[in-house]
């Protein structure tokens, strides 16, 4: 016979509030953080900082949420605090960041909760989210009559993209494996 009292789980009211609270964190974290490297526009643009808080709500409060946090980011970033990024760049990131915390955090509630699902989901998050950035780039450079070539898709999604791509793969995971060791991650 155990000892040990029944766990109790908290009431659906809670865990909604929580994920509401979590989610605002995130999304202030998503206008202040390109502070932090905005003072040298290259190193910004190449770390990606507005990506890191929309990855991390969709392992900590899962997919539509983290989909709402991306999609609203960089257009209240551009509309609230000035001209960074430009209009045409926050609509293209707001499809990419929509796409990122979508998939990172569906796949991160479908597939098993061992480590290396938190690698697959970042990783394919990150492709697909690169992937819708090039199609909104493309649209968008229709809308304009301009072109959005491969060869400004490559540098755009990879080869520019380089440093950010490194740093979310070190950090992000970590970051996760550490909100999961504190309980931090809201699970349905």
């Known amino acids: 016979m155990s000892t040990q009292p029944p766990v109790k789980e908290k009431p659906a009211s809670s865990l909604f509030v929580r994920?509401?609270?979590?989610?605002?964190?995130f999304?202030?974290?998503?206008?202040?953080?390109?502070?932090?490297t905005g003072q040298i526009p290259e190193i910004g643009?190449?770390?990606s900082p507005m990506h890191i808080?929309?990855?991390?709500?969709?392992?900590?409060?899962?997919?539509?949420?983290?989909?709402?946090?991306?999609?609203?980011?960089?257009?209240?970033?551009h509309f609230a605090f000035g001209p960074m990024p430009p209009l045409l760049t926050a609509v293209a990131m707001t499809f990419e960041l929509a796409a990122y915390g979508?998939?990172?955090?569906?796949?991160?509630?479908?597939l098993p909760?061992?480590?290396?699902?938190?690698?697959?989901?970042?990783?394919?998050?990150?492709?697909?989210?690169r992937l819708v950035w090039g199609?909104?780039?493309?649209?968008?450079a229709g809308?304009?009559?301009?072109?959005?070539?491969?060869?400004?898709?490559?540098?755009?999604?990879?080869a520019d993209a380089v440093p950010g791509i490194i740093l979310h793969i070190v950090l992000i995971p970590v970051l996760v494996m550490a909100m999961e060791k504190a309980r931090l991650t809201l699970k349905d």
């Open 102 to 110: 979508a998939v990172s955090g569906l796949l991160y509630k479908l």
């Open 143 to 158: 809308l304009q009559n301009t072109s959005f070539p491969l060869s400004a898709f490559w540098a755009g999604a990879v």
């Open 27 to 36: 999304l202030a974290l998503c206008m202040v953080l390109p502070y932090l």
């Open 135 to 140: 199609c909104a780039r493309f649209v968008i």
């Open 19 to 25: 994920r509401l609270v979590f989610s605002a964190m």
């Open 53 to 77: 808080p929309v990855f991390l709500c969709g392992f900590v409060c899962g997919w539509p949420w983290a989909l709402a946090v991306g999609a609203i980011a960089p257009l209240l970033k």
């Open 45 to 47: 643009a190449a770390l």
């Open 113 to 129: 909760k061992k480590k290396w699902a938190i690698y697959a989901s970042l990783v394919t998050a990150m492709v697909a989210g």
